[in-house]
């Protein structure tokens, strides 16, 4: 997931921290309502949700 936002992040030109923390933000805000994004990421791993 820190892979995606930093790529997502790359090309912006934020001028203080303020503003790259509310970009930061908006991608990761973004990125809560596509689930399939999430679910991706979460099979990376190899790992589940289901309890043991």
Do not use: I, V
């Not at 970009?23 to 999430?38: C, I």
């Amino acid at each position: 997931m820190w892979a995606h936002l930093k790529k997502s992040l790359a090309n912006l030109a934020a001028c203080t921290t303020d503003q790259l923390a509310a970009l930061a933000k908006t991608r990761l805000r973004r990125m809560q309502y596509r689930p399939a994004l999430l679910e991706g990421f979460l099979a990376e791993t190899g790992l589940t949700l289901e309890p043991p």
